[in-house]
């Protein structure tokens, strides 16, 4: 009786051992995938489901090791649905990924400088990105509040996950431009000619496609402000270019100069109706804190930067060196 109790014993622990082993081979045991392969998880999926899919794709050799991995740790069965990024690491450690909720991330960058066009052309490129947006009332549908969502959208790079919607990421956009415009606005100059934080996004839209060198920020706004203050007129390009919109051939013509439209500033006074681009903090903080300055005019010189100028006299000579020659 002894022996057959020894020899059971034996045979059960030798079984365990080998089920020990059974289950070693299976913690290590990779995903056959290649590097970074996308796999949705539906909601609802269950964890037989999951593991008989990846066995189909010939991921995994056999279910019946992670079915017992999963009867000793019921959390390997939470699921999350999303789009992950399976590797070849352990077949446990991709479950881990989906169980932690761990979804492959994708980015959309609005640039500093972009006119609403471009944004909204462009989000509605990205990939696995749901495309919900109400172009005819984009406005409403993002802000509820603007009539015109120029200027409202904070220059970053932007993450979401799979089957977030365009709407959501572009309301994150405003957000994130309405908070930033909300401080810049509570440090603004005491004596500052703009009379409200959207005349102070106007104007930095203005100074944010004036200048890709962020050092000539400052001096840019000083000339618009002290041109706003004595009632001159602006007469800055890109305000004409915005208005002339999709037509724009590249080329700005001294007929464009001339021709009216609400955003001509060589035309009209002050400023144009509504900011025309996206802009920077940067440019919003430049905006709200000029320097003091008696620069009323600023010439291109052809390298990205400008020659910044007191009087006509001045302008001119700058105008005759940097653009006739």
Known sequence: MTKVIVSVLLLA????????????????????VENSTLFK????TGFNQLCQAWQTKQWVDSCFKFQVLAKL????????????????????????????GAQVSFSFTIIEGQPLRDV??????????SQDLDIENLATQISNTQENLEGWLFPDTYHYHSEDSASGLLKRAYNKMQQELDT???????DLVLSSPYEALILASII????GLASERPL????????????????????????????????????????????NTYKIK???????????????????NPPESEYVYFVAKGDGSHQFSKTLQEHNRAVKQYQLN
């Not at 998880?41 to 609802?44: D, P, Y």
């Open 220 to 263: 840019i706004s000083a000339v618009f402000t002290n041109r706003l203050k004595t009632n001159m007129r602006l007469q800055t390009d890109p305000t004409v270019i915005y208005g002339i919109g999709a037509d724009f051939d590249g080329d700005i013509k001294r007929k464009d100069l001339t021709t009216y439209t609400p955003y």
């Open 41 to 44: 998880v539906e909601r609802g």
């Open 184 to 190: 810049a606005w509570q440090t603004r100059a005491p």
């Open 73 to 100: 740790d019921p959390t390997l069965t939470d699921l999350k649905a999303g789009l992950y990024e399976l590797d070849t690491s352990a077949v446990i450690d991709n479950i881990r990924r989906i169980n932690q």
């Open 208 to 211: 944010e496609k004036e200048t």
């Open 270 to 288: 002050g400023l144009p109706p509504t900011p025309i681009a996206m802009p920077s903090k940067a440019a919003i903080l430049a905006a709200v």
């Open 120 to 129: 909204v052309a462009n989000i509605q490129k990205q990939a696995h990105l």
């Open 13 to 32: 622990l030798l079984c365990c051992g080998i089920g020990y082993q059974q289950l070693q081979s299976a913690l290590k045991m990779p995903l056959k």
